[in-house]
């Protein structure tokens, strides 16, 4: 009994089954990046809880609201400061600088090494604020050592979130999502397609807020600070390069 001849465009089994097979996409392996930025916002409202209560009404997460407070310390309002203001400001310009080169730097590479790395930096970072918050409490060098090292942080994690472009989760500010997600809806003319996204940024920066305002005036400023620098760190380990 006669072979059927294989056509050319035909693999025989033991080639098929000799065929490398693909290899895994290094950059899909973890977290996907929306997961991620999520928990980073819950993230920012532990930080602005912490800097807001804590270090005297001052932001470090969310600049806009930094940009109007210090308007209001500039004007005199009781209970805001120029130099606690000025001093956050600063420090999440000169983060910012810093995210930057680093994204023109390990950006064109693989995005998840360079997001891990930028999440590494931040946890570092608000863990020795942490440590700082835990050894010399209410000392006056304390406040702006807090304010510094957060503010940094969040630069640096800023500039990375802009540079990695994913729609709707800026994870520190929220007047845009709240835009679109009211704008975009069916009921005004939208498909309502990234509203679920957009609704889950919202109440993760709420309840990053809640968490962070419920541990500073029950505990300390190191705890919600340590609980920020854990969760930081364990997104650096396990985020993966995609959306």
């Known amino acids: 009994m006669s072979e059927q001849n294989s056509g050319p465009g035909d693999a025989s089994e033991g080639e098929?089954?000799?065929?490398p097979a693909a290899a895994p996409d290094p950059e899909a392996r973890g977290v996907r990046l929306v997961v991620v930025l999520l928990a980073l916002t819950v993230v920012s409202g532990l930080i602005d809880a912490v800097s807001y209560l804590g270090l005297?009404?001052?932001f470090t997460a969310n600049m806009t609201g930094n940009v109007v407070v210090l308007g209001f310390a500039a004007a005199g309002a009781p209970g805001f400061s120029v130099p606690h203001t000025v001093t956050s400001l600063c420090f999440f310009l000169l983060g910012a600088l810093v995210g930057g080169r680093?994204?023109?730097?390990?950006?064109?590479g693989s995005r998840r090494a360079w997001t891990r790395r930028t999440l590494g930096a931040e946890a570092v970072l608000v863990g020795i604020s942490a440590l700082v918050a835990f050894l010399a409490p209410g000392a006056r060098l304390t406040v702006y050592a807090l304010?510094?090292?957060?503010?940094?942080?969040?630069?640096?994690?800023?500039a990375t979130v802009r540079k990695l472009g994913v729609p709707d989760l800026t994870t520190t500010v929220l007047t845009m999502t709240l835009t679109g997600l009211a704008s975009d809806s069916r009921a005004g003319g939208g498909s309502g397609r990234r509203s679920p996204r957009r609704t889950a940024s919202v109440v993760a920066m709420a309840a990053g807020a809640f968490l962070g305002a419920w541990l500073v005036v029950?505990?300390?400023?190191?705890l919600p600070?340590?609980?920020?620098a854990v969760l930081s760190g364990v997104l650096a380990l396990v985020t993966s390069g995609r959306e």
Do not use: Q, S, Y
Not at 102 to 108: D, E, F, H, R
Not at 147 to 158: H, K, Q, V
Not at 225 to 228: C, E, F, P, V, Y
């Open 16 to 19: 098929r089954a000799a065929a």
């Open 56 to 58: 005297g009404h001052v």
């Open 102 to 108: 680093v994204a023109a730097t390990l950006g064109t």
């Open 147 to 158: 304010i510094a090292l957060t503010a940094f942080a969040m630069g640096l994690r800023n």
């Open 218 to 222: 029950r505990h300390d400023l190191a």
């Open 225 to 228: 600070l340590l609980i920020a």
